[in-house]
């Protein structure tokens, strides 16, 4: 069996964490890409509907002022969020989701994501920015992929599962 080709990433840093931080896009998207590809990794042979061979997926790491907003608009919560997913398709609303040609990668949406709370909560959790980063990436990419925390106790308990896993793969656990 060959192996699939990497992900498709986008990687976005808004000039505003570039500015406070010195960050840029390339000091993050080599984690992103990893993180995404660990995803796929731990989750494609558990799902129920089978994943194009290539697929993308567009991150974008801004501050909490942009969170807020987008959690205003898109979940009529009226505060900052750590991070929001966008999936491109979501069968839930779509019936019979748009047909792509079978050699073009599969677009599963968007993950947008706060810097400050990546800062806020590697704090508060004792761990690095980079475990907190990779974990609230492989977060929004799960929900991309239709996992989804808040649906039922269950379904929780194996994101959670498979959030650490991803974790393991690129050697952050707890205590890294």
Known sequence: MSELPPPLIEVQVAEQIML??????ADLANLVERTVAAVLVQV????ARELPVQCEVAVRITDDAELH???QTYRKINQPTDVL??????DARDATPFVLPPDLPHFLGDVVLSYERVLAQAAEYGHTSERE???LVAHGTLHLLGFDHERS????ALMRQ??????????????G
């Open 44 to 47: 494609r042979p558990t799902l």
């Open 162 to 175: 498979h959030e650490e896993a991803i974790m393991l793969l690129l050697g952050l656990g707890r205590e």
């Open 69 to 71: 907003a987008l959690n």
């Open 85 to 90: 997913s966008f999936p491109a398709n979501d």
């Open 153 to 156: 106790a269950a379904d929780a």
């Open 20 to 25: 406070a931080t010195g960050q840029t896009p």
């Open 133 to 135: 980063l990779a974990y």
